[in-house]
């Protein structure tokens, strides 16, 4: 059976990277990829915009040229289109990983398709897959989200936006120049203050003339077919609605990490244990790359700072690799 230096689970921008940087130290590796080339990015808003300029964007200093100095995510899906198919990077599509494990010394990786042996893992497999649930009743109804694509469908409809970032406000926003009828249902006192500084004025100025109406220091307690139930400073307050949004965030798959052995912290923000020079998880050859690192905290690593993780991996693979080769020319 082939033993691969290296399996990279998930094909995001950072699992790319890292698939880019073991081809460059002649390592044989394959990145397995549940969805499509960068799939979370695939799934984001049709209209978003990264807040992020595309210099920033870039892995191994191939240049991402975009219109704007901002790209948008069709920019993105062709540039790192483009470096998997110019690179003839080795992955495969559609393909999940179901679980890994270590035995005599190598890992066994399990996918829905093929099973595999290697020397090193490299998990990327991001944040983007699971919501965060407000588990409130009726948010398993047909007409809630937890994702949010176009504005066109939601025209002539109310709308309520729940949450404070990025992804509520473009949407809230979109959806209002699309003529729906918007309330965004915020849980603190005001707008996020990492909202695109030049969304921010935006929204705020768009609250304050009326045009999208707002609750704040408010939760949904309740949705019902046409109505969402918030618990809001003045009571209970009862909304006509016809779709709820909910872009609460999102998590990675704890679970997955945890059935592997990675240890999380017993905290709240359950951040993976690694080590911060080498990427190294408190299982030997095992490694965490991209946003993944974060836990709870999926704020805190982006591409532009986590697309560094590929050297700082594979710097650590090579130089094992060769305390190894040397002790045994001894
Ligand atoms: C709306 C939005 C806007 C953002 N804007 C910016 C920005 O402007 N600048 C910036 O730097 N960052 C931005 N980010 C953050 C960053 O773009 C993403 O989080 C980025 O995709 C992270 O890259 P990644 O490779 O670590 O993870 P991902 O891109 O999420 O890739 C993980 C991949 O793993 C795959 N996968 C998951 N589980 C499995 C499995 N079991 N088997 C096989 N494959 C699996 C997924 O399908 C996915 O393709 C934004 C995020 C969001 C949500």
Known sequence: MKIWDIIIVGGGPIGIACGLE???????????????????????????????????????????????????????????????TSNHLNISLFEKVNSISKIDGHFNIVSDKNTYTSTNVIIATGFYDIPNRMNVPGE??????HYYKDPHFYSSQKVAVI???????????????????????????????RVKYWVRPDII???????????????VKEIKEDEIILNSPSGTTSLMNDYVLALTGYMPNFEF???????????EKRLPQYDPETM??????????GVICGGMETHKWFIENSRIH????????????????SYQDK
């Open 310 to 325: 590929a050297h700082m991996i594979m710097d650590d693979i090579v130089k094992k690799n060769k305390s190894v080769n």
């Open 22 to 84: 073991a081809k460059k130290k002649g390592l044989s590796y394959i990145i397995l990829e549940k969805g499509c080339i960068v799939n979370s990015l695939y799934n984001y808003p049709l209209n978003m915009q990264f807040f992020s300029s595309s210099e920033k964007l870039e892995i191994d200093e191939i240049p991402f040229i975009s219109i704007e100095a901002k790209p948008k995510r069709n920019e993105a899906l062709e540039y790192y289109r483009r470096i998997v």
């Open 280 to 289: 190294e998880t408190n299982i030997d050859n095992l490694y965490l790359a």
């Open 163 to 193: 949450g404070a970032s990025n992804s509520a406000i473009d949407a809230a926003l979109e959806c209002y120049r699309k003529g729906a009828d918007v309330s965004l249902i915020i849980r603190g006192p005001e707008v996020g203050q």
């Open 140 to 145: 398993d109804l047909k007409k809630v989200s």
């Open 205 to 219: 100025n768009r609250i304050e003339e009326g045009s999208i109406k707002v609750f704040y220091n408010s939760t």
């Open 257 to 267: 990490l945890e059935k592997i052995g990675i240890q999380l912290s017993a905290d």
